[in-house]
């Protein structure tokens, strides 16, 4: 919940509450252990070892084709932990599941996405229509492809 406070959160996911609240976090997290029992959309949670404080999260949509996403709290931003996550999901998912395509998209403004999707292997592929418009009104993305 304290990491969702961040404004750079929800400006980029649209689909985050503005207000997160407790009650958000718990529904998050119900739905996260759902999707692992119902459905193909997994997410892992990003730790840090020494202390067992949460990061951040990557979720990917395992399917050829399927998409990534992540955020990260601000304190572990600029260190390359998400980088490092990403490429540690994507191989788990080209391992054991045998998924080769996937892609990311990324608010043209959200350069630091956009790096992290450049450095774990991913392409830049163009723009293209985000579905759910963000909250400055734009509703244009960066896609960037893997395979």
């Not at 949460?54 to 931003?77: C, D, H, K, M, P």
């Not at 600029?78 to 540690?88: C, D």
Request: net charge negative; charged share 25%.
């Amino acid at each position: 919940m304290a990491a969702c406070q961040d404004s750079e959160i929800p400006r980029f996911i649209p689909f985050v509450p503005l207000a997160y609240s407790q009650q958000d976090g718990q529904s998050w997290l119900a739905e996260v252990e759902r999707n692992w029992e119902i459905s193909d959309e997994l997410t892992f949670a990003i730790v840090e070892q020494e202390s067992d404080g949460f990061l951040g999260v990557v979720t990917i949509r395992l399917r050829n084709g399927g998409s990534l996403g992540y955020w990260l709290s601000r304190e572990a931003r600029g260190k390359g932990v998400m980088s490092e996550a990403v490429r540690a999901v994507v191989e788990w998912a080209r391992t054991k599941h045998a998924i080769e395509r996937l892609y990311i998209t990324a608010h043209p403004d959200n350069v630091a996405s956009q790096r992290v999707a450049e450095k774990a292997g991913f392409a830049r592929t163009g723009i293209i229509s985000h579905g759910t418009p963000y909250r400055d009104g734009t509703s244009k993305a960066i896609r960037f492809d893997l395979g």
